[in-house]
């Protein structure tokens, strides 16, 4: 069975360095089936009658495996993100495991996806069963800083997604 593999990229900006990050992060898990940059769909994500919003959410809780980032705003993640996943049922991403990245300018926001994003994530109900990663702006195309970080979760994502999750290394 193929894992399928989405990201959720929760940044303003369009084709920003968090959304590089996801994407590098996604190939090293196997690669995206499929990717939403929010800034995209800003403009509708308050909009309750969008089809096309209410249809990501559809495929987002479809996947296997789903990587939500964030730059880190305030110390937490974007309202911009909070609201897409808002849309989402109480229990709406139950039976996919995820994984909380975020960025940031400086390594004392290191814990925002373990204080911001990983309670909400889990309580939509996803699996969250490694540590959320944080990357440094600066560092965000490195691909030694996602390899270390898969070093030790990639083991745990493979197990919890029971699939054929395989680790791409640089």
């Known amino acids: 069975m193929n894992t399928r593999i989405a990201v959720v990229v929760g940044n303003p900006k369009p084709l920003s360095r968090t959304h590089a990050a996801a994407v590098l992060l996604a190939d090293r898990l196997g690669g995206a089936d499929l990717v939403v940059d929010l800034a ?3 403009g ?3 909009d309750p009658s969008s ?8 495929e987002v809780a479809a996947s296997d495996l789903l ?3 964030s730059p880190t705003y305030k110390a937490t993640y974007t309202g911009l993100l ?3 996943l808002d849309r989402f049922p109480h229990e709406g991403l139950a039976g996919v495991t995820a994984v909380p990245l975020m960025l940031g300018a400086s390594p004392v926001h290191a814990l925002a996806p373990e204080h911001g994003l990983r309670p909400l994530l889990v309580e939509l109900g996803a699996s969250v069963p490694t540590r959320g990663l944080f990357v440094l702006d600066a560092q965000h195309d490195d691909p030694a800083v996602y390899d270390t970080w898969l070093a030790t979760a990639g083991a745990l994502l493979g197990r919890q997604t029971a699939t054929d999750l ?3 290394s640089a």
């Open 40 to 42: 995209d769909v800003a």
């Open 67 to 69: 990587v939500v980032a």
């Open 44 to 46: 509708e994500l308050f």
């Open 51 to 58: 089809s096309r919003v209410a249809g990501l959410v559809e």
């Open 82 to 84: 909070k609201a897409f």
């Open 166 to 168: 395989q680790v791409v």
